[in-house]
Structures are given as C-alpha cells and as structure tokens.
C-alpha cells in the first residue's frame, strides 16, 4: 500500500517490512530503487517534475523524517513509522545469513575506504567489493559505471547527496547489474564514522534532525522547507475536509 505525500507516493511499511522486502529484492534478477525521502526532498520534487517522477519510480520509497510520518497522519492512509535509510541498511547488514557485496559510491575522497574497513569488520557477511568517492567528473563517470558493471555487486549505495544520488540511480538503473540500488545521503560518512548518529533518545523523539543542526549549525538554512511543508500539508487536509483555506 502506498500513501501520498505532496505528490510522492510512501510505501506504508514499516521496518521490519522494509526490510523484508529488501531480501525479495536481493532473490530478483533486476536492479531495484531504493529512495528515502525527507520532506526537505518532496519540497524539492514540488518544483522539479523530474525528481517527482523519479521518486515516484522507486521500487521502495520509506520516509526518512518524522516531517513525512507527522504529515501521513493527516491522511488515510498512515505511514507506521520512520524508516532511515541508514537504518535499513545496517538491518539489512546485519541480519543477511549469506554473502552480500557492496559498491560504496559517494562522500569525499578517503572515506569510503574507512567506512569499508568498518562495514567488513562488523558484519561477518558483507563484502564491499568497490567503491568510488562522490566528487568525480561527468568525464570520470564511464569509468565508474565500467567498474560497477564488472564487479556485479547485489547493492549499490549511492550517497551524492539528495537529487544527485537518485538521478543518478535513476539515470543508470538500466545498465547496472545489481540488486539494489539505494540513494544514501550521508550513510557513508555515517559508516566511516565521520558522522554520528543521534543518540537513540533523539531518534526516539524524532528530534534527529534537532541534534544534527546542533552538530552542524549550517544544516539550519535546510530545516527552512519543513513549516511550508507542513502548511501545505494541513492545507491539503482542510481542501479534503471541504474546508476554505
Ligand atoms: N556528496 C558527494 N558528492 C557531492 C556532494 C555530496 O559525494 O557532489 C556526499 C557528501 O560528502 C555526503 C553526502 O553526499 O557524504 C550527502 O550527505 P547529506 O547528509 O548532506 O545528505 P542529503 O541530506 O543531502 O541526502
């Protein structure tokens, strides 16, 4: 089941469900999209048709943002919980009982080779078995999407940035060979410990975005979506009621 936000279509699952459709994904023969979105990437898709479309064509769409599970309850249909992409993917990690490889492609140079060692020394059964940095030239890219298709790995993470990331999965989904194909955001910095995660008392409260401000005053200019988000989604509720607003 999937529920609209704004114009982008959720799947309503929660984790657990997410995750299991991640293993179908990883039975299948053919590249499936993964996409996270916040509601600062569907304020964004409001005024870029293209992104909209992209992320209405991810074969799983979870909300990664308490903005995008607060807004479905303003709906029928109701998202269960927030599903982080980061999240999803150490689950997914953590609990595969056979091999899984892994493409790294995102983040500044020299990260992705730490986030390697960490990711192979935590989870007995993933092997990442390439991986480029996120600050390559278009002239640069035949080479990575060579790499990519020879070494065939079941996933592919992609952490561009928002908007990049999936047009760039959207872009290639047709000639990678892999399983999954999953837009990231900052994941990578988050496995080679760049980055911190809230702690899980943030996390709980929906206040992660709170504490990510507070570690890095810069990201406050990107929170400035969120109250029109927010507006537009009560509006939209008062207009289903046949409310004047
Ligand atoms: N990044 C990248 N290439 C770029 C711009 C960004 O690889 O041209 C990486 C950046 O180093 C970081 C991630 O993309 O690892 C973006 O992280 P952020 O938390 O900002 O994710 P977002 O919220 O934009 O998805």
């Keep these: 089941m999937k529920t609209n936000i704004l114009g982008i279509n959720f799947h309503t699952v929660d984790q657990k469900e997410a995750l299991n459709q991640l293993r179908i994904f990883l039975r299948e023969d053919k590249n499936h999209m993964l996409f996270t979105p916040n509601p600062e990437m569907v304020m964004k898709a409001r005024d870029n048709a293209e992104f909209a479309k992209i992320l209405n064509s991810g074969d799983l769409v979870v909300a990664d943002g308490i903005g995008i599970v607060i807004a479905s309850r303003f709906n029928g249909t109701k998202l269960k919980e927030r599903v982080a992409g980061c999240d999803l993917i150490q689950k997914l990690f953590e609990n595969i009982n056979h091999e899984l490889s892994v493409y790294l492609l995102g983040a500044k140079k020299g990260v992705c080779e730490i986030a390697k060692q960490n990711i192979e020394s935590k989870y007995k059964n993933v092997k990442v078995i390439g991986f480029h940095h996120g600050y390559f030239k278009k002239e640069n890219e035949p ?68 504490y990510r401000v507070l570690k890095q005053p810069s990201r406050i200019i990107r929170l400035g979506a969120l109250p029109k988000f927010m507006f537009l989604v009560i509006c939209r509720y008062f207009k289903r009621k046949g409310m004047k607003v």
């Design 143 to 210: 080479d990575i999407i060579n790499e990519i298709r020879q070494l065939k790995p079941d996933v592919l993470l992609v952490g561009l940035g928002m908007y990049r990331q999936e047009k760039w999965i959207y872009d290639n989904k047709d000639i990678l060979p892999v399983k999954i194909s999953a837009g990231i955001g900052g994941s990578i910095d988050v496995f080679a410990g760049e980055v911190k995660r809230a702690p899980q008392i943030y996390q709980k409260l929906g206040l992660e975005w709170f």
